[in-house]
């Protein structure tokens, strides 16, 4: 019998604290359910998290938290590789050869992440331009297959694509070309205080996002303080009531009740009442979260990473030193 390979997952947060729902139904969420069929590599990206400026001693205890959460959400250390992006060099330095031989000034030019963490300020971080390079890297590393994430990382993974081929038709073929996995509901949740833009753990206010580490008083607040549209009908039509759409969306994956249950049930009642509801769903998430995650001790978080991080460097250790001999400089 021939024994197929599993494919290879591969998929990352940065650090850069309040992890927010956007991030557990959009990509998090969804990872404990691929560990059973595929090689799984999760990894905390710290050095993605640097391309804007953060406070050390905060940053040290984001990327515990950020790994914790991973565990607290059904990522098992047994079936899948956990590990912190800075403690594998590779992923730089692989960085670096893409910089020079893949990537091109007018590629990166067209990233719109950049330009609307930028918002045209030329005074960044030559990191925040440079950023979808090192994600193509953690990626190309790996072999991986398919990367799930949220609705906005789709451009920085058809650029990973584009890197990978120009380097093969170059030089080798020696990246397998991977491809986005984004699910249809909750791959772009909307901000609370803004329902055209997304839920953003860099968002200005705190109203923006429910943090997965939010008391329940915070959670109901900003639910009750959410914006809504004009009408008082719970209907879910995202072009004339994205607000609405939005809560439903998670209130429907927060619940597993459909949104088309969830507009009967809401049928002649107003949004008091829908918000009211949707709150209790919430905060009920969160207990339950908030108690596996508070199971975890720092101390395991530390070694989970550890033994991630001698698997996952076992892997990019091999992937790189091909790149550097078809490049001439091993
Ligand atoms: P920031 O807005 O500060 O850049 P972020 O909230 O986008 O941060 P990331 O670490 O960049 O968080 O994203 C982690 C994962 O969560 C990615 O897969 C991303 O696509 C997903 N994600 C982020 N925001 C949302 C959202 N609002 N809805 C769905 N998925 C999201
Ligand atoms: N850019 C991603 C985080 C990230 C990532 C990755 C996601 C860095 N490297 C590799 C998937 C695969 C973001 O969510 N902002």
């Known amino acids: 019998m021939i024994h197929q390979e599993k494919p290879t997952i591969f998929s990352g947060v940065q650090p850069s604290g309040n992890l927010h729902l956007g991030n557990y139904l959009g990509a998090i969420s969804r990872w404990a359910n691929l560990q059973d069929k595929n090689q799984c590599i999760f990894c905390v990206v710290d050095y993605h998290a640097i391309t804007i400026k953060q406070d050390p001693l905060e940053l040290k205890k984001n990327i515990i938290e950020t790994a914790k959460i991973y565990l607290a959400s059904g990522i098992d250390p ?3 590789i956990i590990f912190q992006q800075s403690q594998v060099s590779e992923h730089t330095e692989l960085a670096w050869i893409l910089n020079c031989v893949s990537a091109r000034m007018s590629d990166l030019n067209k990233m719109t992440q950049y330009k609307d ?10 990191g925040l331009f440079d950023y979808p390079v090192l994600m193509a890297s953690d990626i190309l590393l790996y072999n991986t297959d398919l990367v799930p994430t949220g609705e906005d990382q789709k451009q920085h993974v058809e650029l990973s694509r584009t890197l990978a081929k120009r ?26 205080d ?5 839920m953003s753990k860099s968002a200005k206010s705190e109203f923006n996002y429910i943090g997965l580490l939010d008391s329940p008083e915070q959670a109901r607040k900003k639910i009750m303080k959410a ?13 004339n009531k994205p607000a609405i759409s939005n809560l439903l969306t998670i209130y429907s994956l927060l619940s597993k009740k459909t949104i088309k249950e969830l507009e009967v049930d809401y049928k002649g009642r107003g949004y008091g009442d829908f918000k009211k509801d949707l709150a209790e769903v919430v905060i009920n998430f969160l207990s339950d979260f908030q108690k596996r995650y508070n199971k975890i001790s720092d101390k395991e978080v530390v070694s989970v990473l550890l033994k991630g991080k001698k698997k996952a460097k076992n892997i990019a250790e091999k992937k790189l030193s091909e790149v550097k001999k078809s490049l001439g400089v091993l």
């Open 117 to 126: 963490k930028a918002e045209g300020n030329e005074n960044v971080s030559v």
């Open 78 to 80: 047994k079936k899948s």
């Open 167 to 192: 380097f093969n038709s170059q030089y080798k073929e020696l990246f397998r070309i991977p491809e986005p996995l984004i699910e249809r509901s909750g791959a772009r949740i909307m901000g609370l």
């Open 194 to 198: 803004d329902a055209f833009k997304k």
């Open 227 to 239: 914006v809504t549209d004009t009408g008082s009908e719970i209907k879910y039509d995202k072009e």
